[in-house]
């Protein structure tokens, strides 16, 4: 069976994965701010967003930050790799961790966020990210390569 002229729009096209890891990266995102509520809670508070959903809401920019980075390291590139899923996880979470930012810096300024210990806690918020991102990159990765229609013969072993 010539599976060339399939659909770009099923789940197993390129479009498809890009989509599933943007829903990934949000799934996780929300989690881990679940594990970090009570902090994220006072961040919500801070930067004057709605508290109604806190979690759902902090993680939504993984969303659409998702996507096209897993569009441009992985799929175009056909790198079905973990180092590639790696790439992906932490420049979503940095992604997303730089529009929160930006959004603080929107409401309160530059000066806040140079202000005492503002910017190192920032800092420590985007380290973790970052760490955070690259884990959970790996595991998609390595879904990618055994669910999504296999490794192309480049980089198979």
Known sequence: MDDSHRSDSGFRSPRGWALLAGGYAFACGALVAVFLSDVLRLFVDVAGLPSVFPVPLLAAPALVVGPPCWWRLVERREAFSYRA?????????????????????????????????????????????????????????????????????????
Do not use: H, M, N
């Not at 929107?106 to 000066?111: F, K, R, S």
């Open 85 to 157: 899923g790696a790439a992906f996880g932490l420049l979503t979470a940095l992604g997303t961790g730089t529009l929160w930012t930006g959004w603080f810096v929107a409401v309160w300024g530059v000066e806040l966020l140079a202000a005492g210990p503002v910017l190192s806690i920032v800092s420590l918020t985007l380290g973790f990210a970052a760490v955070a991102g690259l884990l959970v990159g790996v595991p998609l990765a390595y879904v990618r390569r055994r669910v999504g229609g296999g490794v192309p013969a480049s980089v198979a072993p």
